[in-house]
């Protein structure tokens, strides 16, 4: 069975910081992507960053960064100068390309992050 | 980026009656669509997953008669809560993968409360 974990229920940072958001895995796959989503109180989910599990590099999209170390199998994410509306539950996410489960996600049960002045 | 479209947004409808949700792919073929609930503080939990043309493949414990999906075209699938009760109050978001593509899109989501 496949698992994301995140262990940080919720998270406070102050304007400008950086803030880690935790992320761990647990699959026998060789093959997977990461994914990072951004769900404000809104209600939307907006795709941050993706990571494929052979992606040599860490995934680094502006702000957002990718910290993948997969023989630890965590992917967290790292978010720098945070801003205050950065403020909102964060999900980390697992897909597989394979067979009856392509394509869908696997949602750990969110960090809510909390950006103060 | 690729953009998803649900609708309604909102809808509150009595126990008993029925109500069907859209999700739309606007810019792109959407091979395979997913429907997902979410409950207040909760992650996504999949209900199903649609692919064009062919039955929706339902996860364990998801009822196929209560909840139907139709994928009728590559930028339109459909749930429809049957017979719908207060327990079926809750946040329903729909998701679009092309071809070829890690990507997921979300809808903005349908908020349903049953009275």
């Known amino acids: 069975a496949q698992k994301i974990t995140q262990t940080q229920p919720g998270m406070f940072v102050q304007e400008k910081e950086a803030v880690t958001l935790d992320c761990t895995y647990d699959?026998?796959?060789?093959?997977?992507?990461l994914f990072w989503y951004k769900q404000p109180s809104s209600g939307e989910m907006i795709f941050l960053i993706y990571q494929g599990s052979y992606d040599e590099q860490n995934a680094t999209e502006g702000r957002y960064s990718l910290n993948f170390q997969k023989a630890r199998k965590s992917a967290n994410l790292v978010i720098s100068a945070s801003q205050l509306g950065d403020s909102a539950m964060y999900f980390c996410a697992m897909s597989f390309d394979r067979g009856s489960t392509l394509g869908r996600l696997y949602f750990g049960r969110g960090t809510q992050l909390t950006v103060w002045p | 980026g690729a953009v998803v479209s649900q609708h309604p947004s909102r809808v509150i409808c009595k126990s008993g009656t029925s109500v069907k949700i859209e999700c739309r792919s606007l810019d792109f073929q959407a091979t395979t669509m997913f429907w997902y609930r979410q409950f207040p503080k909760q992650s996504l939990m999949l209900m199903a997953t649609?692919?064009?043309?062919?039955?929706?493949?339902?996860e364990q414990g998801v009822e196929k008669d209560k909840f139907l999906i139709n994928h009728a075209s590559l930028t339109l699938s459909t749930l429809t809560v049957t017979s719908a009760h207060p327990e079926d109050s809750s946040f329903y978001i729909c998701s679009a993968r092309g071809q070829g593509g890690n990507e997921q899109y979300f809808g903005p989501g349908t908020r349903l409360t049953v009275t």
């Open positions: 699959t026998s796959d060789q093959s997977y992507g």
């Open positions: 649609s692919n064009e043309g062919s039955k929706a493949t339902y």
